[in-house]
């Protein structure tokens, strides 16, 4: 949470804090009931440190795709990926 939190801040857009703030709590739920899905611990560290390596790249198309896959890997209805079968 405080990494998504972070990440906002740096932003810098001030309404995209307050949105993040507003949506904090069911997003904390999300990810407490998404926990047990991921086959190792180390995956969560994993795909953040891909998001950060992103934003340090500092390139727009690097942190859009980062992002983008970040968010798809828990968007529509397949598992995440090494999820128990």
């Known amino acids: 949470m405080a990494f998504h939190e972070a990440v906002i801040a740096a932003s810098g857009h001030t309404q995209a804090l307050q949105i993040w703030r507003t949506i904090q709590p069911r997003v904390r739920a999300y990810f ?6 991921h086959a190792s611990p180390q995956e969560i560290p994993r795909q953040h440190r891909a998001l950060l390596d992103a934003l ?3 390139t727009a198309e690097e942190v859009d795709r ?10 529509g209805d397949d598992p995440p990926p090494n999820a128990p079968a």
Do not use: C, F, K
Not at 32 to 37: H, I, K, L, M
């Open 32 to 37: 407490v009931r998404d926990a047990p899905s």
């Open 56 to 58: 340090r790249s500092g």
């Open 66 to 75: 980062a992002a983008m896959e970040h968010i798809e890997t828990y968007l």
